[in-house]
């Protein structure tokens, strides 16, 4: 459990600093990965005490590994999702503290509730994330079996399933796949640990003498490589590419006269205005009383970061803040149209989440 909580403080610390790498993945998902365990050699004690002598283990080959999971993103990079999982390893050999002759097979299956987060490194096909997770393990030896090599010793079998609490920590790789908006390609590396020590009902034998008894893992540690997909149930749209419009054919040039429209900018998650702003606000007040003007809009816009909703409201509040400009450089309030669009019609097509400077925007059309 301290090493639990260790991990889950680590966890929260860092994801605090990297708030502003975030990669949003935004509603709900689901995720499925196969790969490989190494379970690692489990020391062995009879109904709590050393098995045979102190420094008897066992040793296991490699196995496989299933996970599946159903999460929900928030769009701002944190992921909570709750997961099932399964991993089997065969008994490779008992080490009694010289090999034996072993077999059998140990298994691991139950559900966690893990915390992640994505990171954007500012490559657009490829998102680093890491996370811990709590949970449910049973163990389970199935037919699990030592017997010495020579006629000096004891052998045993033991069979039986026990459930404890079980912590993870996990580091993982998402790559998008082109062309299918929500599907990604996921690597992950996991260290799993089920706490307590669990006894099966056994057996030893030496020589004639049966003998009744329980017999389990005192260590639990797993190292887990895997691969899978992520698939997000409702992706964004992709962005509108507009096609190339043709240049229409020279005309007499007209008249010169002022601007009509006036964009300002803004910092990324801000809808307050520079001195910069301000200045572009003043020129377009000026303007509209020189210009024939029947009406101002003032249109907000957003860039492709962040979740689609929030993105909406921070268009209407950067329009707001433009508008209260315009008033206190003497344009009429009820001259002044506002619109927020989020993050519709950029002027820099990105993908989702890409922080473009050009698109966080208002637009000042003198009508």
């Not at 196995?63 to 399964?86: I, S």
């Not at 005309?251 to 307050?272: H, I, K, M, S």
């Amino acid at each position: 459990m301290k090493a639990c909580n260790t991990l889950a403080a680590a966890l929260v610390g860092v994801c605090a600093a990297s708030a502003a790498w975030a990669q949003p993945v935004s509603g709900p998902y689901v995720s499925l990965g196969g790969g490989a365990n190494l379970l690692q050699d489990e020391k062995l004690s009879v109904s709590g005490q050393p098995a045979f002598v102190p420094d008897s283990r066992a040793r296991f080959d490699v196995g496989p590994d299933l996970t599946g999971a159903v999460g929900y993103g928030f769009g701002n990079g944190f992921r909570l999702e709750v997961e099932g999982d399964w991993r089997q390893n065969d008994v490779h050999s008992w080490i009694n503290p010289e090999p034996a002759t072993a077999g059998g097979r140990s298994r691991n299956y139950g559900a966690m509730a893990n915390l992640l987060f994505d990171m954007d490194i500012g490559a657009n096909w490829i998102y680093p994330y890491f996370g811990a997770g709590v949970g449910y393990s049973r163990t389970e030896w199935n037919e699990v079996y030592g017997e010495p090599n020579c006629l000096c010793g004891s052998g045993f079998v033991a069979s039986g399933a026990e459930g404890h609490f079980a912590y993870q920590g996990l580091f993982g790789l998402s790559f998008p796949v082109a062309y299918l908006p929500g599907l990604s390609l996921t690597a992950e590396y996991r260290f799993f640990s089920a706490t307590g020590s669990p006894t099966f009902p056994a057996y030893t034998v030496s020589g004639d003498t049966v003998t009744g008894t329980r017999i389990g893992p005192n260590t639990d540690f797993n190292h887990t490589g895997l691969i899978g997909l992520r698939y997000e149930l409702f992706p964004p749209p992709p962005p509108v590419v507009s096609a190339p419009v043709a240049a229409p054919a020279p005309a007499a040039a007209p008249a010169p006269e002022a601007a009509r429209t006036y964009l300002v900018f803004f910092d990324w998650d801000r809808a307050d205005l520079s001195d910069r702003a301000r200045q572009i606000v003043a020129e377009a007040a000026q303007a509209s009383t020189h210009v024939q003007t029947t009406r101002i809009e003032v249109n907000g816009y957003t860039d492709l970061s962040g979740s689609t909703a929030y993105n909406q409201a921070l268009s209407v509040r950067r329009a707001q803040s433009v508008e209260a400009e315009l008033v206190r450089d003497g344009v009429a309030q009820a001259e002044i149209a506002i619109h927020g669009f989020g993050e519709s019609n950029p002027l820099v097509p990105t993908a989702k989440g890409v922080r473009e400077p050009q698109n966080r925007r208002v637009e000042i059309i003198l009508k």
